[in-house]
Nanobody
Framework: QLQVVESGGGLVQPGGSLRLSCAAS????????VGWFRQAPGKEREGVSCISKSGGTTHYADSVKGRFTIARDSAKNTVYLQMNSLKPEDTAVYYCAAVRAFFRPRCPTNEYDYWGQGTQVTVSS
């Protein structure tokens, strides 16, 4: 069974950091483009950041540019999202997803095939 599993969410104060992990099970993530998405209560799911299968091409939403970094570790079959300088508006359920393609520019939510269950990130004092 092909699936991705997110981990690393939690409660953090404004200005803090978290690192989310997206691990693949049942397939080699090396052949897939991967994206991170989030959905806040009452809002649509949005693309946060995505990375090509080679790791050489990335995209960030304007709201997270300069604060979040996406990276992949092929040896661990995992993609990470390092989130720094977190703000209350970053509070959401974060999902990772994969698609067997080189890259999906601008992280369109309707072009990814394998989705995880999500991990909650809450930024609050």
């Amino acid at each position: 069974q092909l699936q991705v599993v997110e981990s690393g969410g939690g409660l953090v104060q404004p200005g803090g950091s978290l690192r989310l992990s997206c691990a693949a099970s049942g397939f080699d993530l090396e052949y897939y483009a991967v994206g991170w998405f989030r959905q806040a209560p009452g809002k649509e799911r949005e693309g946060v950041s995505c990375i090509s299968k080679s790791g050489g091409t990335t995209h960030y939403a304007d709201s997270v540019k300069g604060r979040f970094t996406i990276a992949r570790d092929s040896a661990k079959n995992t993609v990470y999202l390092q989130m720094n300088s977190l703000k209350p508006e970053d509070t959401a359920v974060y999902y990772c997803a994969a698609v067997r393609a080189f890259f999906r520019p601008r992280c369109p939510t309707n072009e990814y095939d394998y989705w995880g269950q999500g991990t909650q990130v809450t930024v609050s004092s």
